[in-house]
């Protein structure tokens, strides 16, 4: 697949909508190392990525919804979310968690762009083997100090989200794009 193509056909592969086969460990490996050629301000290379499968992607999906349990209002509290984590044990291979390691060099805007530039490498390389997908979310509990206490992360570490892996389930079509034209986004001045 070109370059074009596969930034032009990149979705969103919910974690509904993944097989439940396991994405081989050289796939995961392929894409972690796309992810780390990301471009990145005065090399602080800020990304962390912590990867889980199998039991500990199990417990980690435990965690989940304790966090949600947790730190959801009564009020917004929807117990189809909790199944709805239930079942990612049975659909998705591997949960991705995206964390980043901010450095005082650099505002940390630019470290959090770098992060998700390191993220859309990873998505780009899923979205070329036309096998495998991805799904980046950020639900409130996993931006929250109890997983970050889980994660053991440090003082200068936060969580940006949990990034799910799966294979494409057979009776999947992904969504065509659909997008604005890029000159009504556009001012050029000459």
Same mark, same amino acid.
């Given at each position: 697949m070109k370059l074009e193509e596969t930034i032009q056909t990149r979705r969103s592969l919910f974690p509904k909508q993944m097989? %439940?086969? +396991?994405v081989p460990s050289e796939v995961i490996e392929r894409m972690l190392d796309l992810a780390n050629w990301a471009p990145t301000h005065r090399n602080t290379e800020p990304w962390r990525f912590k990867v889980y499968s199998g /039991? &500990? +992607? /199990?417990? *980690? *999906? !435990?965690?989940?919804k304790e966090c949600y349990v947790r730190e959801t209002p009564s009020h917004t509290? /929807?117990?189809m979310k909790v199944e709805k984590i239930e079942r990612c044990k049975e659909q998705v291979s591997h949960i991705i968690v995206i964390c980043m390691k901010? /450095? !005082?060099?650099?505002?940390?805007?630019e470290e959090i762009a770098a992060t998700a530039m390191a993220v859309q490498n990873m998505w780009l390389y899923l979205a070329s083997?036309?096998?495998y997908g991805g799904y980046w979310s950020t639900p409130?509990? &996993? *931006?929250g100090t109890h997983f970050k206490k889980h994660l053991n992360l440090e003082e200068n570490e936060r969580c940006l989200g949990l990034f799910y892996v799966g294979g494409i389930a057979e009776n999947v079509t992904l969504p065509r794009g659909n997008r %604005? %034209?890029?000159r009504d986004k556009v001012t050029q001045h000459f």
């Open positions: 097989s %439940g086969e +396991m /039991n &500990a +992607m /199990n417990k *980690l *999906l !435990d965690c989940c509290f /929807n117990s901010r /450095n !005082d060099i650099v505002p940390e805007f083997t036309d096998k409130s509990y &996993a *931006l %604005g %034209g890029w």
